[in-house]
């Protein structure tokens, strides 16, 4: 009786694992080498190709900085924002 709880008690936990990793994985590609427009919460909006999605952190490259009033500005490199400053973000297109 004992092994039997123990068996059912692994294969529970097997299967919680495999969903948690299947769910991260279809996270973290859902809109991944997309163009986006990433809204921050202080009224600024980064445009560019999302690339990697980290757990506290988004990864945009080809970046633009796009302010209220004011022409888009290109960023060199890649733009790493934390999850904390974004308030929404839109997938516009194809990257």
Known sequence: MELAIITAALVALV???????????RARTIAARRRVVVCLVDDQAITGILWRRH???????????????????????D???????????????AG
Request: proline residues 2%; glycine residues 8%; hydrophobic residues 50%.
């Open 79 to 93: 733009v790493v924002i934390e999850r904390d400053r974004i308030n929404w973000v839109q997938i516009v297109g």
């Open 15 to 25: 299967v919680a694992v495999v969903w948690h990793v299947a769910e991260e994985y």
């Open 55 to 77: 757990r506290r952190l988004v990864v945009v490259r080809s970046a633009e900085l796009v302010q209220p009033g004011r022409e888009a500005v290109g960023m060199d490199g």
